[in-house]
């Protein structure tokens, strides 16, 4: 099965608020993790990475933090906008020779004006 | 610099009939990778491939899909006899395959297959 779920479908905001999107995942040998954004009729586009051995990493307006100890990972964007509004998944790298990555189910983030 | 590039974007086929999505990588990337994507749902891993060969092939259904990527040209998946069910996106990633790194992926447009 997967082992990588997000606890909300849905997330709703209001432009200019922060938004904090949720990934937990069961395979505690993973040790890449990545997060997509993926506007309709389009392709998954990158966001940001990390490595099981950071806990936080920061790019422009998104962070992702990683908590080995409960296996969760989140995605945080500051000052969203009307343009972040697309489905977000998270992604983990399985160990062990092939690099397939595993998706959650995603969470569509809607950005109210 | 060109992104992963897919085509055709959409593909309408009847039942029986045969698929073909090809998946040019990026510029200097060796690896490719297939998923499948329902609606409404995550993506799917079906395949991964490096030049001339198949490394994981796990997610593949095991008749009437094959995928290749050729020494030259693009990677092709094939779909034989399509069916109602193969209806879904199919995106192609590639990464540059550096040895003994874990290498983001970067995603094309996809295709969309429709099954009639």
């Known amino acids: 099965g997967e082992s990588v779920g997000l606890h909300l479908p849905t997330l709703s905001v209001q432009e200019g608020d922060n938004s904090i999107i949720n990934c937990a995942y069961s395979?505690?040998?993973?040790?890449?993790f990545i997060w997509y954004k993926q506007e309709s009729g389009k392709g998954p586009q990158f966001i940001i990475d990390i490595r099981s051995n950071m806990d936080k990493r920061q790019g422009q307006r998104v962070t992702v933090l990683l908590n080995k100890t409960v296996k969760h990972l989140s995605l945080q964007i500051a000052a969203t906008q009307p343009g972040d509004s697309a489905v977000y998944f998270c992604a983990e790298l399985t160990q062990g020779g092939s690099e397939k990555l595993v998706f959650g189910k995603g969470t569509k983030l809607t950005v109210n004006p | 610099n060109a992104g992963v590039m897919q085509n055709p974007r959409h593909l309408v086929r009847r039942r029986g009939q045969e698929a073909r999505l090809r998946c040019s990588p990026m510029?200097?990337?060796?690896?490719v990778y297939w998923y499948r994507q329902l609606p409404e749902e995550g993506l799917k891993f079906m395949v991964y491939l490096q030049k001339e060969n198949i490394i994981d092939e796990s997610g593949m259904p095991k008749e009437r899909f094959s995928a290749e990527f050729p020494k030259e040209g693009p990677s092709i998946l094939r779909i034989q006899q399509v069916v109602r069910g193969d209806s879904a996106a199919y995106f192609c990633?590639?990464?540059?395959?550096?040895?003994?790194?874990?290498?983001?992926?970067?995603f094309g447009p996809g295709t969309r297959l429709l099954v009639l």
């Open positions: 990633a590639s990464s540059p395959g550096l040895a003994g790194v874990e290498e983001t992926q970067y």
């Open positions: 510029k200097g990337h060796s690896h």
């Open positions: 395979n505690s040998a993973s040790d890449y």
